[in-house]
Protein backbone atom coordinates (compact mmCIF):
# COMPACT_ATOMS: atom_id res chain seq x y z
CA UNK A 1 0.00 0.00 0.00
CA UNK A 2 1.38 3.40 -0.94
CA UNK A 3 2.19 5.45 2.52
CA UNK A 4 3.30 8.96 2.58
CA UNK A 5 6.58 9.74 4.69
CA UNK A 6 6.94 12.36 7.16
CA UNK A 7 10.49 13.95 8.26
CA UNK A 8 11.42 16.46 10.05
CA UNK A 9 10.31 16.34 13.41
CA UNK A 10 12.09 16.59 16.46
CA UNK A 11 12.73 18.40 20.05
CA UNK A 12 13.11 22.82 19.68
CA UNK A 13 12.43 25.12 22.53
CA UNK A 14 9.20 27.34 22.40
CA UNK A 15 9.51 30.11 20.28
CA UNK A 16 11.25 28.18 17.76
CA UNK A 17 10.30 26.84 14.42
CA UNK A 18 10.69 23.63 12.50
CA UNK A 19 9.55 22.55 8.99
CA UNK A 20 7.80 18.99 8.28
CA UNK A 21 8.20 17.48 4.89
CA UNK A 22 6.49 14.83 3.03
CA UNK A 23 6.99 12.37 0.63
CA UNK A 24 3.93 11.51 -1.92
CA UNK A 25 5.49 8.08 -2.17
CA UNK A 26 4.19 8.65 -5.83
CA UNK A 27 0.79 10.19 -5.27
CA UNK A 28 -0.53 12.79 -6.93
CA UNK A 29 -0.73 15.91 -5.18
CA UNK A 30 -1.46 18.50 -8.23
CA UNK A 31 -5.40 17.56 -7.26
CA UNK A 32 -7.47 16.03 -4.55
CA UNK A 33 -7.34 16.74 -0.90
CA UNK A 34 -3.79 16.65 1.41
CA UNK A 35 -3.34 18.11 4.47
CA UNK A 36 -1.45 17.97 8.11
CA UNK A 37 -3.17 16.47 11.18
CA UNK A 38 -1.35 15.79 14.39
CA UNK A 39 -2.46 13.98 17.82
CA UNK A 40 -1.61 14.95 21.30
CA UNK A 41 -1.45 12.48 24.39
CA UNK A 42 -4.94 12.21 25.81
CA UNK A 43 -6.74 14.13 22.50
CA UNK A 44 -8.10 13.16 19.29
CA UNK A 45 -6.83 13.66 16.06
CA UNK A 46 -7.08 17.13 14.63
CA UNK A 47 -6.20 19.10 11.51
CA UNK A 48 -3.51 21.02 11.43
CA UNK A 49 -3.67 22.46 8.01
CA UNK A 50 -4.78 21.41 4.45
CA UNK A 51 -4.90 22.11 1.07
CA UNK A 52 -8.71 21.36 -1.07
CA UNK A 53 -9.32 21.59 -4.17
CA UNK A 54 -6.52 23.06 -6.79
CA UNK A 55 -5.22 25.53 -3.61
CA UNK A 56 -7.89 26.16 -0.98
CA UNK A 57 -6.01 25.92 2.38
CA UNK A 58 -7.40 25.68 5.77
CA UNK A 59 -6.14 25.63 9.01
CA UNK A 60 -7.13 24.92 12.55
CA UNK A 61 -7.51 27.51 14.76
CA UNK A 62 -4.69 27.32 17.21
CA UNK A 63 -2.13 27.47 14.43
CA UNK A 64 -3.53 30.27 12.44
CA UNK A 65 -0.91 33.04 11.50
CA UNK A 66 2.41 30.39 13.09
CA UNK A 67 1.74 27.35 10.51
CA UNK A 68 2.06 27.77 6.74
CA UNK A 69 0.98 24.22 4.59
CA UNK A 70 2.74 24.03 1.19
CA UNK A 71 3.61 21.98 -1.88
CA UNK A 72 6.07 21.54 -4.42
CA UNK A 73 4.04 19.43 -7.53
CA UNK A 74 6.66 18.41 -9.27
CA UNK A 75 8.84 17.02 -6.54
CA UNK A 76 5.88 15.59 -5.08
CA UNK A 77 6.24 16.96 -1.98
CA UNK A 78 3.78 18.78 1.01
CA UNK A 79 5.00 21.12 3.72
CA UNK A 80 4.41 22.29 7.09
CA UNK A 81 6.56 25.49 8.09
CA UNK A 82 5.92 25.73 11.75
CA UNK A 83 6.81 29.21 13.40
CA UNK A 84 6.30 30.47 17.03
CA UNK A 85 5.76 27.11 18.53
CA UNK A 86 4.13 26.26 21.47
CA UNK A 87 4.18 23.63 23.80
CA UNK A 88 0.65 22.63 22.91
CA UNK A 89 1.95 22.13 19.72
CA UNK A 90 3.66 19.08 21.27
CA UNK A 91 2.22 15.99 19.48
CA UNK A 92 2.55 13.42 16.42
CA UNK A 93 1.90 14.89 13.26
CA UNK A 94 0.91 13.56 10.19
CA UNK A 95 0.58 13.57 6.37
CA UNK A 96 -2.58 12.41 4.57
CA UNK A 97 -2.53 12.97 0.84
CA UNK A 98 -5.70 11.47 -0.62
CA UNK A 99 -6.66 9.20 2.04
CA UNK A 100 -3.51 7.80 2.37
CA UNK A 101 -1.90 8.30 5.67
CA UNK A 102 2.13 8.33 7.27
CA UNK A 103 3.23 7.25 10.12
CA UNK A 104 3.91 10.04 11.91
CA UNK A 105 6.75 12.11 12.28
CA UNK A 106 7.00 13.29 16.29
CA UNK A 107 6.98 16.83 17.44
CA UNK A 108 8.08 18.06 21.10
CA UNK A 109 8.07 21.85 22.17
CA UNK A 110 9.88 22.41 25.53
CA UNK A 111 8.83 25.74 27.43
Known amino acids: QVQPVESGGGLVQAGGSLRLSCSSSGLNIRHGNMGWYRRAPGKERELVAG???????VYGDSVKGRFTISRDSGNKMLYLQMNSLKPEDTAVYFC?????WGQGTQVTVSS
Open 51 to 57: IEGVNSK
Open 96 to 100: MIRNH
